[in-house]
Structures are given as structure tokens and as C-alpha cells.
């Protein structure tokens, strides 16, 4: 803790303040007054320029009407759901590196796992999409050598989803219906190395004594990581699912870059933050833009305050 | 890190190599975009299409088609991997006479050449956000980090929870009046609100860690250096920063990174294309070229070379900091 101080001395100390006021006037210049200009502006006609005319809560009005942004909470509900799937082949590659019983094996499979942050995340973006293009794309080409593809064909054949023909390339980020596939295919193998690496840290502090006891037992895997693995990395899990949940309501670089600034065909990918941004700097209704931004702020400061209240994360 | 033997972590029952064999599958999934990305940057389109997994074999086919009015055209391509070590087969009946031969022009260097070309400049620009951007938010963080950890002033407790609160609040509904405050400052389509934007944004993370960390420091080391007459910038400059090199490190290489990734925030910031950074040249070139896909994958290449060479010389750092910055939150 930070010695206490009298007043006093307090005084004395007054340059102290001269190391806290840089950062506080740059927070209070570019996050604290964009945060009250938003709530100010969410009440106005307000096309980006000097003329604004108040129009009370219409913006709200017409949000609560708005299909597209209510769609848009749908599609992002369900990516929360699959990138929480998507937790789990972190916190498995996790426990099989930990139990890995040679430290020289273990520490080349984390600097493996850090390999790929290299490159840049919006190149791996852009790989991925490369991926996804029907013709080049490489995604399409191992669909087709390993024969997957002929069976989704006809599988389409018996369900008549009308996705997969015999002759046409696939089109992964054209056809409305493939997109939220699409996206939950996106990034696999779905190993987060910073995930991986925190889950390691937390894994690391199991005493041995706790494993030679459950050997004695006569333990089996599963068990060994539901009743000691599990228990010990769970602050960590609880931390990346609460980050990741927020992180993915108020996400959409992802949309934007794979999708367009509309979602996609048939805005199938469209998520709450893309309209706001869509609003914003694509049709300039900088007021509507605002109240969406409150809108989706309002929701992630309560799931914020759920999960204080529910989800304790302990430091 | 455990110094504990791993013996009795895995059963002694059970085997290790499978373990082994499911980490690496994994691993080597997570590597295959990589090694697409420079094996593909050495292709032009056609070759790739021949022959999309392998890098190409150093051998070119020359054939000579003999058309139905007797005119001969002669054509070069990429041998197969199956033509490497035997005869060249014809591509097609039509193909009179098929001509094998060594040949390293079928690396494409000329990818690099032109991917170095076109994002050269916006790499640049990168690099200078990003270094600048760094130092600052580091300084003034260390700075602010220091206020905090040091004494309990008069007011602290007010600025430590407006940062903290904005480590809750959600900073989705901000870029709309950031775009317009930026306007007004006359900073848009500048280098420097991008810099400045990213210090004010990295403030409350670092502070809080390193505030954290500076407590932790013996609280001697500062009475001894008040002691000797040392102001405060002094003790900074010669008790934390040379106590906290390692957190500094790691923070600097999680400040960089981010900075190097950032595309939202240029792409709404920046109009010029002398400007462009990173993140909004590529996004450019993703729209702008009729897609050369062994160019795109070069110029892929070179925006990962810098994270690269700060990957082999922090190697370490960045192992060993993510995991232990993690634990202590």
C-alpha cells in the first residue's frame, strides 16, 4: 500500500500532482468528455457538422423499432455462444501441456503457441479470408480433397438446405445462410495463446502432493481435471468469459472486414457495434449512431454489473 | 514457473506420446496459415492454382502447343512436384514436345519486391505510431503509477476510481464523438491523433499495473533515496525504473502490439494515403487489386516482420511475461 500521508506533508509535496495531471487531462479529454458527448448526442439531429436540432428521445424511439439493430443483438447472442464453445480447446491444449511431464517439451510448446502472434491480427484476418474465397480459397480446396464436401452435398441433397451443389465452389461469405457458419468456423483450431498461457500460469501453482494423493486414489484423466484442474484455473476462465462476452457484444472489426460495413449478404452478419459504425460513417445520422452506441453501452454495463454481483472474479 | 518435477502430474499409468501427438496436430494447424502465407507469397495465381500445398519444386516446364492451323506457341510454367524427379508430362494432347529444366525464377521474388513496394510507406508510418506511442503511454504511466503507488495525496482516492471506472465502462459508444472531437482539435487525418488517442486509451490498463507493481517495491529504497536529496523525477529515474524493467518490457510489447494491430481507429482517422498505417493500407489494398494472391501474401509477410524480429529478441519476455503478468492480474 501507499504510505499515508499528513496533511502537512501533503502540501509540501505538491509536485506530486504535476505526475497525475498528464494522464488525467488526456482520460478526461479523450474518454470521459466522447462518453458524456455521446449521451448529449443521442438526443439530436445530428449529421456530424455544426447544425444539430433537439429532438428529444426520437432517436431512442426509433431504435426501439429498428429490425435491424434488434436482428443484430440476435447474431451477436449467438457468437457469444459460439466463441464460448470456443473457449474450450484453449483450456484442453492448457491441461495436456501441463501434464506433459518433461519441462523442456512444455516450454517449446509455449513458445510454438506464441509462434503464430507474429502475425499481425488483422493479417491473419485477412489469411482467413483468403480461406473463405470460393475459388482460390483454400478452405474449399481441402472440403474437396478429403471428400467432405461430396458429403455435405449430399447431405444438402436430403435436408434441401440448398447451400451445397456438386458443381459450384462454395460460397462461404456470399450465401446469407453460411455466413454465421462461417464465422464460427473462423479461427480454428480456436486456440487463444494468451488464453493458453494465463490457464498455464494458473495450472502451475497445483502442488504435486495433490496429484500423488489422487494417483493413490486411483484418479482417472477426466476426474483428475474436473476435481483439481478445473477448480484451479477457474478465476482465469471466469476472467476470459467475462472479458470475452463484452469483448464480443462490443466487437465488430471482424464484421467489418470480413462482411463490409452492411453484414453481408442479407446483413446476416450483422452485429450492434457495425450498425452504429454503419449509422455513423457510412449513412452520417451521427445522432441515430449516438443512442445505438447508449443503447449497446446500456447492456454491457449491466452484464458488467451482473457479473460483479454473480460471476466474482477474485484477484 | 513450478521448479516441482512433473513426474506425478501426468499418471504413471499413462503413456506420454499421446498427449504429445494431439499438441502437436493442434500446434500444426495453428502453424498452417503461416506456412501458407510464405509458401503462397512465392506463387503467382496460376501456380498456385496448379498446386495450392506445396512450395513449387525449382524446375520450369517449357511446352510447345502445335495448334489445329499449325502455328506453334510456346509456353512456360511451374513443373509439378510428381514432374521433379521424373520426365515432364504434357499438360494437355495438344502439347507436341514438353522441355524440363532447373529453374529458380519460379520463386517469385518479384512478389516481395512489389509487396515491399506497397506497404513499405504504411509500415513506416506504423513504426512511428507505435514507437512513439509506446514511449508515451509508458512515461506518463510510469509517472501516473508513481503518483499513486508512492503516497496516499489528498484526492487520490478520486483519480484512482475515475480510471478504474473506465476500466468498466465500455468504450463502444465513444467513437463517434472521439471522430467529431477530433475534428474540431483539427487532428483528424494526422499521425498524431492516432498517437494520442492510443496514449489516453492505454493510460488506465498500464497505471493500474504498474501501480501495483511499484507498491510492491521495498519501501527502503525510497527513504534511502530521499535521504541523498533525490527529488521525485530522480527517484523514478533511479529506483522504479531500473526495479521494474521487466513488467515495463512486457507492457511495452503488449502497448506495441496493440498499436500495431489497431485498424478501427485509422481507418476513421486517416484519408491520405501517404498516411496510412498498417492496418487501413491493407484493408486499401484488399479492396483496391485485382488479388495477385502471392503479392498480398508477400506484403502479409513483410507487416509481420518487425513482431518478428521483437519476437526473437523478447522471446523470453514475452513467454514468461504473459504468464507471469497473468497471475498476478
Not at chain 1, 460495413?261 to 449516438?290: D, H, T
Not at chain 2, 494432347?93 to 512478389?111: I, R
Not at chain 2, 512511428?128 to 503518483?147: N, S
Amino acid at each position: 500500500m501507499a504510505f499515508p500521508i499528513s496533511r502537512q506533508k501533503a502540501l509540501r509535496e505538491w509536485k506530486l500532482y504535476f505526475l497525475i495531471v498528464p494522464s488525467l487531462l488526456l482520460v478526461c479529454t479523450f474518454s470521459y468528455f466522447p462518453a458524456a458527448s455521446a449521451i448529449y448526442h443521442s438526443f439530436f439531429d445530428w449529421a456530424g457538422g455544426e447544425t444539430k436540432q433537439l429532438i428529444g428521445l426520437d432517436n431512442f424511439k426509433r431504435a426501439f423499432g429498428d429490425q435491424v439493430l434488434w436482428g443484430s443483438f440476435k447474431t451477436v447472442s449467438i457468437l457469444i455462444v459460439f466463441n464460448l464453445f470456443k473457449m474450450i480447446p484453449s483450456i484442453a491444449m492448457a491441461v495436456m501441456i501441463h501434464r506433459v511431464k518433461s519441462d523442456r517439451w512444455q516450454y517449446f510448446y509455449r513458445v510454438m503457441l506464441v509462434v503464430p502472434m507474429i502475425v499481425p491480427s488483422l493479417v491473419t484476418l485477412f489469411i482467413w479470408k483468403f480461406f473463405f474465397d470460393p475459388n482460390m480459397g483454400v478452405l474449399n480446396k481441402i472440403l474437396d480433397f478429403t471428400g467432405i464436401k461430396s458429403l455435405l452435398v449430399s447431405l444438402d441433397q436430403v435436408f434441401g438446405w440448398g447451400l451445397f451443389f456438386e458443381n459450384a465452389p462454395i460460397g462461404w461469405l456470399s450465401q446469407p445462410d453460411l455466413i454465421l457458419p462461417s464465422l464460427f468456423i473462423w479461427g480454428f483450431p480456436w486456440i487463444g495463446a494468451v488464453g493458453v498461457l494465463i490457464y498455464l500460469a494458473g495450472l502451475q501453482s497445483i502442488g504435486q502432493e495433490i496429484y500423488e494423493a489422487a494417483e493413490l486414489d486411483g484418479v482417472g484423466p477426466f476426474k483428475k481435471f474436473l476435481y483439481i484442474e478445473l477448480p484451479l484455473i477457474l478465476t482465469q476462465v471466469r476472467l476470459s468469459l467475462v472479458l470475452l462476452v463484452i469483448g464480443t457484444l462490443q466487437g465488430y472489426g471482424l464484421q467489418l472486414l470480413l462482411l463490409g460495413e452492411a453484414g453481408g449478404a442479407g446483413g446476416r452478419g450483422m452485429v450492434p457495434g457495425l450498425w452504429m459504425y454503419n449509422k455513423a460513417f457510412v449513412a452520417g445520422e451521427f445522432g441515430y449512431a449516438c443512442a445505438v452506441g447508449m443503447i449497446l453501452f446500456v447492456f454491457i454495463l449491466m452484464l458488467t454489473f451482473l457479473n460483479n454481483k454473480y460471476v466474482r472474479v477474485d484477484k | 514457473m513450478s521448479t516441482a518435477p512433473k513426474d506425478f502430474v501426468g499418471s504413471h499409468k499413462q503413456k506420454d506420446w499421446p498427449k504429445h501427438l494431439i499438441i502437436c496436430a493442434f500446434i500444426i494447424i495453428e502453424l498452417f496459415p503461416l506456412y501458407m502465407m510464405f509458401q503462397v507469397s512465392f506463387k503467382d495465381n496460376a501456380s498456385f492454382l496448379r498446386n495450392p500445398w506445396l512450395p513449387s519444386p525449382p524446375f520450369s516446364v517449357v511446352e510447345t502447343r502445335l495448334a489445329v492451323d499449325g502455328t506453334e506457341t510456346v509456353k512456360t510454367r511451374v513443373a509439378d512436384w510428381s514432374e521433379a524427379f521424373g520426365s515432364a508430362n504434357p499438360s494437355d494432347p495438344a502439347v507436341k514436345s514438353a522441355e524440363k529444366s532447373f529453374d529458380l525464377s519460379v520463386y517469385k521474388a518479384k512478389n516481395w519486391n512489389f509487396g515491399l513496394k506497397l506497404i513499405g510507406p504504411y509500415i513506416a508510418n506504423t513504426v512511428f505510431v507505435a514507437v512513439t506511442g509506446t514511449f508515451f503511454t509508458l512515461t506518463l504511466a510510469i509517472l501516473g503509477a508513481y503518483f499513486f503507488a508512492r503516497y496516499k495525496m489528498p484526492l487520490s482516492g478520486v483519480f484512482w476510481s475515475a480510471f478504474i471506472v473506465l476500466m468498466l465502462m465500455p468504450g463502444v459508444a465513444n467513437i463517434v464523438p472521439l471522430f467529431s472531437l477530433l475534428k474540431d482539435m483539427s487532428l483528424l487525418n494526422t499521425l498524431w491523433a492516432l498517437i494520442i488517442v492510443g496514449v489516453a486509451g492505454g493510460q488506465v490498463f498500464n497505471i493500474f499495473v504498474l501501480r501495483n507493481f511499484i507498491e510492491d517495491l521495498p519501501k527502503d529504497l525510497f527513504e534511502a533515496a530521499e535521504m541523498d536529496g533525490a527529488s521525485h523525477l530522480a527517484q523514478i529515474r533511479n529506483v522504479v525504473i531500473p526495479m521494474s524493467g521487466s513488467i515495463i518490457g512486457t507492457l511495452a510489447i503488449l502497448a506495441f502490439l496493440g498499436k500495431w494491430n489497431d485498424f478501427l481507429l485509422p481507418l476513421i482517422i486517416l484519408r491520405d494515403k501517404e498516411l496510412f498505417t498498417l492496418g487501413v493500407g491493407l484493408i486499401y489494398l484488399d479492396g483496391e487489386y485485382v488479388k495477385q494472391w502471392g503479392q498480398m501474401m508477400a506484403a502479409y509477410f513483410i507487416a509481420s516482420i518487425p513482431l518478428i524480429v521483437i519476437f526473437l529478441f523478447c522471446m523470453r519476455l514475452f513467454v514468461r511475461g504473459l504468464s507471469a503478468g497473468a497471475v498476478k492480474g
